[in-house]
């Protein structure tokens, strides 16, 4: 069935750079929105960017400015590209997908989550 696979993560200093990917598999009629969460130990998952099948994007206050969500559809994958990062945007990150695909021998359309991948920020 399907599912996204995400790339990346790591180990930066603070004002670094970092670049997450993540790509969609599997037999998919359609992805609508497609978007970036984190999760910090013992807060609340919450979201840092979206992307539409159009192309529109949104930010969370905190990452505005600082990151950017792209999205290149005949791949299936959206990338999150974070600039000068801060401490406090060390979390697992983990990619998100509307999508309409199909599941044996019907199609279904249900929320989609990548494995995470943890992002450090740290001197």
């Known amino acids: 069935q399907v599912q996204l696979v995400q790339s990346g993560g790591g180990l930066v200093q603070p004002g670094g750079s970092l670049s997450l990917s993540c790509a969609a598999s599997?037999?998919?009629?359609?992805?609508?929105?497609m978007g970036w969460y984190r999760q910090a130990p013992g807060k609340q998952r919450e979201l840092v960017a979206t992307?539409?099948?159009?192309?529109?994007?949104n930010y969370a206050d905190s990452v505005k400015g600082r990151f950017t969500i792209s999205r290149d559809n005949a791949r299936n994958t959206v990338l999150l590209q974070m600039n000068s990062l801060k401490p406090e945007d060390t979390a697992v990150y983990l990619c998100?997908?509307?999508?309409?695909?199909?599941?044996?021998?019907?199609?279904?359309?249900?929320?989609?989550w990548g494995q995470g991948t943890q992002v450090t920020v740290s001197s």
């Open positions: 992307i539409s099948s159009g192309g529109r994007t």
């Open positions: 998100y997908g509307d999508i309409y695909y199909r599941t044996g021998g019907t199609y279904q359309r249900t929320p989609v």
């Open positions: 599997g037999i998919i009629a359609s992805i609508y929105t």
